[in-house]
């Protein structure tokens, strides 16, 4: 059924690529820097990896610890375009040819691919030993996680430029079609569609609650079993990046160049930090701190108040990285480089940086620790 409040022929232009292609890479020819933490003691992360894929085909893991490479896998004719996801020691990445890669998270061996009509802009998600994906060819797909085997596949009205999200039984999708759509995790039929003014962007669940931007400057909260709208805030530019819930707080940026924390039953704006910069970073929340990136710098602030902690300057230019944190580190990319960055200081303690081939643009994504 169709829960449209309105109906709107209104289309933006299409996110950009980079937007949604959150994955983080590096070439074995970069430079690596390191500084030994001046803290101690600290939690070993030796043993954890970083995962990130670049522009120019290659996906890597690096160890969390030091920024060593532990393995490379080299993809042949394409590009990686998603962030990649870890899940019972299978990494799993989509790529600019339309092809979802299962690789072994240890080794990086390939262990099955499935190929769609149109670039994977949005990291999978493994629900219930399925994994669920949207392509650009406007189609959300349910394979098996440990084959790659079809199970289903829900074909929406537009592109799909990112993530889905899973709780309960259904997948929640966002299309460039303006329709939010909520889809039976076994056999793909529609539960309900939501209509918006623009392109849906990435949606998040949370306790019966489905949180969702769009590019018509609005972040909606839906009933997750029947889509009827709870509330919706409006900021001063587009939403395209994934909100986060943690507490009683949803936290989202936006186009305008704020971040914003709202009261996640009520929408009522709890606080809002300006950073006068395009923010199109998707918050992290870890402990009392939200991590988001702007332009070409990694802030931290209160997540009670906004507050700036720390703010630390970046090479490379815009980046849309979604900072990962494994205490006492955050991740972060931006244009040709990986950081590892002290949570408490904003100090850098290492990166990487990849080199440039051939005047290729080999902007990174977010990291993902596994």
């Known amino acids: 059924m169709d829960l449209s409040p309105h109906a709107s022929t209104r289309k933006l232009p299409i996110l950009l690529a980079a937007l949604f292609a959150l994955c983080l890479c590096l070439s074995s020819f970069g430079q690596l820097h390191a500084s030994a933490h001046a803290h101690a003691p600290q939690p070993d992360l030796s043993t954890k990896s970083v995962f990130a894929t670049a522009m120019n085909g290659d996906i890597y893991s690096f160890n969390a610890q030091t920024g060593a490479i532990r393995w490379k896998y080299q993809l042949l004719g394409s590009d990686a375009a998603a962030s990649p996801v870890v899940s019972q020691g299978t990494l799993y990445v989509g790529t ?96 309900w569609r939501y209509q918006t003014g623009a392109t849906v962007t990435p949606p998040a669940v949370h306790a019966g609650t489905v949180y969702a931007g769009s590019l018509d400057n609005n972040l909606y909260a839906l009933r997750a079993t029947d889509g009827h709208l709870l509330w919706q ?77 720390w703010s630390t300057g970046l090479n490379g230019r815009f980046s849309d990285s979604k900072p990962a944190v494994a205490e006492p580190l955050v991740y ?39």
């Open 233 to 309: 805030y409006a900021t001063r530019n587009g939403i395209a990046a994934l909100p986060t819930v943690a507490g009683s707080s949803v936290y989202v940026s936006s186009g305008d160049g704020s971040v914003y924390a709202l009261q996640k039953d009520t929408g009522q704006l709890q606080w809002k930090t300006p950073l006068f910069r395009e923010v199109y970073s998707s918050p992290t929340v870890s402990g009392h701190t939200v991590y988001v990136g702007a332009s070409t710098w990694l802030y931290a602030l209160n997540a009670s108040t906004g507050a700036t902690r």
């Open 96 to 191: 600019t040819a339309g092809e979802l890669l299962a690789l072994n998270a240890k080794t990086g061996a390939l262990l099955w691919f499935y190929h769609t009509g149109g670039t994977i802009y949005g990291p999978p998600v493994i629900y219930n030993n399925m994994v669920y994906f949207g392509s650009q060819d406007g189609s959300v797909y349910a394979l098996h996680a440990q084959n790659g085997t079809t199970v289903w596949q829900y074909k929406t009205g537009g592109p799909i430029d990112g993530t889905v999200a899973a709780a309960n039984g259904t997948i929640f999708v966002g299309s460039e079609d303006t329709f939010l759509y909520a889809l039976d995790s076994r056999m793909g039929n529609l539960h």
């Open 332 to 370: 972060m990319t931006s244009g040709f480089y990986l950081y590892a960055i002290d949570t408490q200081t904003g100090t850098i303690r290492w990166q990487y940086a990849t080199p440039t081939r051939f005047h290729y643009r080999m902007d990174m994504g977010s990291p993902v620790v596994g």
